[in-house]
């Protein structure tokens, strides 16, 4: 019979205390969690982040992947109104509608800003790397 694992409590993530009225832990799962697994990520984002002065810029050694997807069962790429804005390298892409950025190991990227929450977002990200390690910029 084949191992298998139900997470139905999502390890915290440092930014869940820092954001803990903007921010609900939906799924975490990494090395800690489940020998072996692969890193991922998902958060609704219930209120604004704004553009804060220091920007969070980080990279990765493994190739990552990250997401915004609206919260409208009936129309998902409907994001509500919220813009993302997030930096891939030295561009900062907006992002209106539900996407999904594949950003290659050593790229700088980070989410500048969240703003025009007028109903949940789900942020997500993973990859292939056991743990979420993070060099910062």
Not at 14 to 22: A, F, H, S
Not at 80 to 94: F, K
Request: hydrophobic share 40%.
């Amino acid at each position: 019979m084949a191992e298998y694992y139900v997470i139905e409590e999502p390890k915290q993530a440092p930014q869940d205390i820092k954001l803990k009225d903007t921010l609900r832990r939906a799924a975490w799962l990494d090395d800690d969690v489940v020998k072996g697994a692969p890193y991922f990520d998902a958060a609704w984002v219930v209120k604004d982040i704004p553009r804060g002065p220091e920007k969070h810029l980080h990279h990765h050694e493994f190739d990552e992947y990250l997401g915004f997807m609206g919260s409208d069962g009936y129309n998902p790429m409907d994001m509500g109104g919220c813009e993302a804005v997030v930096q891939v390298g030295d561009d900062e892409i907006t992002i209106k509608k539900t996407s999904l950025i594949f950003i290659p190991a050593g790229v700088k990227h980070g989410i500048l800003s969240m703003t025009n929450i007028t109903k949940p977002v789900l942020c997500y990200s993973g990859g292939p790397n056991a743990a979420y390690v993070a060099v910062q910029h």
